[in-house]
Nanobody, 116 residues
Framework: QVQLVESGGGLVQPGGSLRLSCAAS????????MNWYRQAPGKGRELVAF????????NYADSVKGRFTISRDNAKKTVYLQMNSLRPEDTAVYYC?????????WGQGTQVTVSS
């Protein structure tokens, strides 16, 4: 079955960095686009970044452009989100998501808290 397991969240000061990882299993990882979403307290879930398959084209929410970088390692079946220059408004639960054979699958999420 499809499984996504996020890791790497934590507490960081404003201006700091974190790298999130999402380990995937149960599907052919290299053939599907991968997504990072986040959900802040009291807000809806928003798309942060996605990366396509071969070639790895990427796209980002305006709020994170120039600060976050999504990447993937198809051999390790893992997608990453490098987050730099973090701001308090980046505080959220971060999820990876994949659409596979017409269904959406989500990880359990990892908490990122940006605070001094």
């Amino acid at each position: 079955q499809v499984q996504l397991v996020e890791s790497g969240g934590g507490l960081v000061q404003p201006g700091g960095s974190l790298r999130l990882s999402c380990a995937a299993s149960g599907f052919t990882f290299s053939t599907v686009a991968m997504n990072w979403y986040r959900q802040a307290p009291g807000k809806g879930r928003e798309l942060v970044a996605f990366i396509t398959t071969v070639g790895g084209s990427t796209n980002y929410a305006d709020s994170v452009k120039g600060r976050f970088t999504i990447s993937r390692d198809n051999a390790k079946k893992t997608v990453y989100l490098q987050m730099n220059s973090l701001r308090p408004e980046d505080t959220a639960v971060y999820y990876c998501k994949v659409r596979y054979r017409g269904a959406d699958y989500w990880g359990q999420g990892t908490q990122v808290t940006v605070s001094s």
